[in-house]
């Protein structure tokens, strides 16, 4: 389903499935991250949902920030953390993964490169805050990440996409992950 036109990368609040039609494999990605076959089975025909919820702002100049819950079904690999748009870096305990240190912040438009959308680029017209870069890292399994989260129309449905580049030593992978929208946080 699409998404509201007033959602954007500013207030990405709402829940969002994985559409596995319009993303590429994923498989790649997780036998660099060290994720067990077993397990990277299980998770490629389970179903994902995205939960993402702003977080009113503590004062006028505090960053914004996303409350996050992941559904994985069947799996019980879910996830509940916080997205801070600041740049700083924060460490995290992730199930599958261990300890692992993110950031994430907005990016305007001259920001965002063709590779880091896989060669797609930026729709639409905005000037600023067209993209949200999220980079993790898992030093223990000797892994870095990074994913560009951007609104693209495909198929003519307005859409939240995600591009991710993953690497480990002199190996990296990359996949485009599409999410339809199906309805405000519960």
Not at 31 to 37: A, D, E, K, R, V
Not at 68 to 79: A, C, S
Request: hydrophobic share 35%.
């Amino acid at each position: 389903m699409a998404a509201p036109s007033e959602i954007n990368v500013s207030d990405v609040t709402g829940r969002w499935a994985l559409n596995r039609a319009l993303s590429d494999q994923l498989e790649p990605l997780f036998t660099l991250q060290g994720i067990p076959w077993i397990i990277r089975k299980v998770i490629n025909f389970a179903s994902l949902e995205l939960q993402y919820t702003k977080d009113p702002p503590s004062d006028p100049t505090a960053a914004t920030s996303f409350s996050f819950k992941q559904t994985v079904r069947p799996g019980g690999f879910d996830t509940i953390n916080r997205y801070v748009l600041d740049g700083d870096k924060r460490t995290d305990t992730v199930p599958i993964f261990g300890e692992v240190t993110m950031y994430a912040k907005y990016l305007n438009r001259d920001e965002v490169t063709l590779e880091q959308t896989l060669g797609t680029g930026i729709q639409g017209d905005a000037e600023k805050d067209v993209a949200i870069i999220e980079v993790t890292e898992s030093k223990s399994m000797g892994w870095k990440a990074e994913t560009v989260w951007v609104f693209e129309t495909i198929d003519g449905e307005y859409r939240l996409c995600k591009y991710n580049r993953i690497w480990k030593g002199d190996q990296s992978a990359k996949a485009k992950m599409v999410h339809d929208y199906i309805g405000p946080p519960n």
